[in-house]
């Protein structure tokens, strides 16, 4: 038998001396560092959530602001700005008029917009910096002027609109706010039109008062600042001599500014009768109504306001003109600032495409209030199923059904009512100077166009106006172009672009270009336009060209004969629009075609009749 060999018993092995070893073998020193980083890290973490306040997080106030009062009108200098010199100018006279000190801001430029990057949040829209940096500009050359800053803000306030919704420019109140705090003029004052906080003192008596007087004003100051805009913008690219358009149009803003600023306010107890004052006296509701009335018919009826327009056309119409001049008209639309400013903010674009040939169709600004009113009337129909008094009534209970219906029919009625007067006010300012200016663009029809491509009721921006612009402009042959105007980086634009091109492949002749403005890029941006231009230009040519040749005609005899006739050269002679043709130019000739044509016509008449004559005697 063998031995069997001892075995030798198992040593066991204490784990937790083990885990000890292991663990102090894992302590290292670049562990010790990283444990200290984290450290450090989190109290840092912890300083900043305090620095925010987010430890203890209270719910956003709006910052309660200095009221301007009655007492402060005299002294107190109202700013605003942001519209086309035309416009600010007349609003101006219309604050003047009213009794109030105001100043229109500069039109901003490139160092605008950086100081309003300077102070102002990140990641806001290109207007936004231009007018807040505008703002911020004026007010610290006010105090290099010598002017001290208490006194900037005690005796100025700013004007500007309010908004909501998801574009950004429902944020430009607090932004202007935040940016004065920053540049050190925390607690000026700024005032939305469409708000009463900070415009009435504690007694009620607000600073900026809307009285009838200065709401028709501003009226005819919005509707004679889009007329005038569009005027001098058909005129000014076929003028023949450089530079007078521009001076004699400068000379009828003055003299429209003038009538705004001094025209008697209406008052009844002045106008009416002596023998009727006393019972007006007594008389306070029917002394007030006729007083209202009195005044709404001298805004929009009076002498002194139509006197004006006439020797307002009188002036313009003073301007010789050769409309055989080819050039592409370039309709504008885009964002409302972007298509609406004439300075560095669109890359001076207006005026780059006036150097380069073109003709610029310009957008009122009476569009967009256009606009608002048609939109109200299509909420309130879409919204009625849940707004409406009565629920599902039965078919017996006719007074619910006509109370139902009563409700929308009245709100619709009065919003129709608005709208009319709206159109109307504006064309008769157009029909006063000339009829040169383009008529508001059917709402109804915009909406129609927009509507496969782009939903009516999506907010944003100008909604389905791109779309629906750009649609009409090309199927009723009234541009050769449509150039859009926009900030970089705008929510409601970009969804706009982004719908363009599926119109662009429906409708193949379309030339539509969307440029994106911003602080810098403008060499860029010119760039592209003269690409697009240049197949407008051509467009235009060939359009001219297929009229001169229906005439039968040589442009050298269309020439003398526009030579002979100095009514011809009038900016404001009517020439009878044909469909289908977009140029001035290509119109122009087939009306002189067609009157050459009526005095050879009438000129044989009359020699027959004088042979006729003859013969008999």
Known sequence: MGSTRPVKPVKKVDRSAVTHAADRSAVTPSSVQDQEINERLAAERLRLRRLAG????????????????????????????????????LIRAVFQGSGYRCERLPVPGVAAFQAGKEYGNNGQCNPAYFTVGNLVQHLRSLEASGISRQRILDDYVFFTAGSCGPCRFGMYEAEYRFALKNAGFDGFRILLFHDSDGLKAASGEPGL???????????????LGDVMNDVIYQIRPFELHPGEADRVFAEAMTGLCKTLRERPPF???????????????????????????????????GDIYLEALAECMEKLNSIEVDRTRVKPIVKITGEFWAQTTEGDGNFNMFAFLEREGAQVLVEPIATWVAYLLHQAKAHARAKWPVNRPHRNPRCWELRK???????????????GLGETLWYHFYHRVTRHLGGLTHPLVPQPELAELAHPFYNQFARGGEGHLEVGKNVYYTVHRLCHMVLALKPFGCMPSSQSDG??????????????????????????????????????????????EKALQSTGKRLEDIKAY??????????????????????????????VSDRMDASHRSWRRSRLHGIAVADTG
């Open 267 to 301: 008052e009844i107890m002045q106008r009416a009768p002596q023998w009727s004052r006393g019972y007006l006296q007594r008389k306070k509701t029917l002394r007030n109504t006729l007083n209202t009335l009195g005044k709404i018919h001298e805004h929009l009826y």
């Open 562 to 591: 526009i030579a002979e006739h100095p009514e011809l050269r009038r900016p404001f002679y009517h020439v009878p629009r044909r469909p289908a043709i977009a140029g001035t130019a290509a119109q122009y000739i087939l009306h």
């Open 54 to 89: 987010l430890d203890s997080p209270a719910h956003f106030h709006r910052p309660l602001e200095r009221p301007f009062t009655a007492e402060e009108r005299s002294r107190v200098t109202i700013l605003f700005g942001g519209l086309t010199w035309k416009h600010e100018e």
């Open 209 to 223: 008062k809307f009285t009838v007087d200065f709401g028709l004003g501003m009226l005819n100051a919005l509707h």
């Open 401 to 415: 059904h006509f109370a139902n219906q009563a409700g929308l029919r009245k709100k619709l009625a009065l919003l």
């Open 499 to 544: 719908v363009q091109s599926a119109v662009i492949n429906k409708y193949q002749d379309m030339i539509f270009l969307p440029i994106e403005t911003s602080g810098e890029g403008e060499l860029n941006a010119h760039s592209r336009v003269q690409m697009a231009l240049g197949e407008a230009k051509a467009k235009a040519k060939t359009e001219f």
